[in-house]
């Protein structure tokens, strides 16, 4: 099946997931209209409940934290929403969008801040580097789910 997913603009991407807190408690449309409204353009989406092995290989880089079991059992612990996003800088915007890691650090109006139940309940993935938003869409998608 052909793609018509743009690959000129593919450093302008970058990856998400809602989390498993904000999935159950039916914050991921309003979470998702303020990622369109601040102007990223939904590229792929899929909602998915991770195996504890695949959420393990997602979040390989931390395997060394001391919080990486209880971020594999809970990301791992109900049905998630990925998506890839595109925007000029979107690495960057994206983050400012979230705010930070802990929300008790999250900026007023943030994603996070308004969201987010704890530092592990963060409500939000999102790409910490270009390579990394490349890496994280091609673990959740194929090159025909992207348009
Ligand atoms: P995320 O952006 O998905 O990337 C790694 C995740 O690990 C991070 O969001 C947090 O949810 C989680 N995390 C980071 N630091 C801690 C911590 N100190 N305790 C628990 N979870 C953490």
Redesign the pocket.
Known sequence: MQSNFNYKTMSNITFT?V?PEAVEAKNAGAILNRIENAGFRIVALKKVHLSASRAAEF?AV?KQ???YQ??IDYMSSGPIIAAILEKENAVSDFRKLIGA??PENAEPGTIRADFAES????AV??S?SDENAQIEADFHFSVDERF
Do not use: Q, W
Not at 119 to 122: G, I, L, V
């Open positions: 997931m989390k979040y931390h934290k001391p919080f209880e971020l890691t802990n530092m592990a309940k963060n993935h999102g910490d």
